[in-house]
Nanobody, 123 residues
Framework: VQLQASGGGLVQAGDSLRLSCAASGLTFSIYNMGWFRQAPGKEREFIAAISRSGGSTSYADSVKGRFTISRDNTKNTAYLQMNGLKPEDTAVYCC?????????????????WGKGTLVTVSS
């Protein structure tokens, strides 16, 4: 199983970025997907999750209204649209997959992880 996150970069506060997570080696459409981030010196935190069909989503309070998670099962890819970026959003962002009936927000509950992509937001 491989999950490859991409789309990170250096942006200014208020800018937008769209992260992608390309999955291979698994039946993508039966896995719930999640995005997590880890800032330097901090624990990994939940950002957003989406159900297998895309019909159910969940967001951390810190990003609600600014970030949108989506997926395209025909492309085996999940996305994280990030608008109104803030310096405190600076972190390595990782995508993860879980075979579960419910959307998972606990990092320990995920089955597969990809390498992250760095997002740096300057003030």
């Amino acid at each position: 199983v491989q999950l490859q996150a991409s789309g990170g970069g250096l942006v200014q506060a208020g800018d937008s970025l769209r992260l992608s997570c390309a999955a291979s080696g698994l039946t993508f459409s039966i896995y719930n997907m999640g995005w997590f981030r880890q800032a330097p010196g901090k624990e990994r935190e939940f950002i957003a999750a989406i159900s297998r069909s895309g019909g159910s989503t969940s967001y951390a309070d810190s990003v609600k209204g600014r970030f949108t998670i989506s997926r395209d099962n025909t492309k085996n890819t999940a996305y994280l649209q990030m608008n109104g970026l803030k310096p405190e959003d600076t972190a390595v962002y990782c995508c993860a997959a879980v075979y579960s009936k419910v959307v998972e927000t606990n990092p320990r509950g995920m089955d597969y992880w990809g390498k992250g992509t760095l997002v740096t937001v300057s003030s």
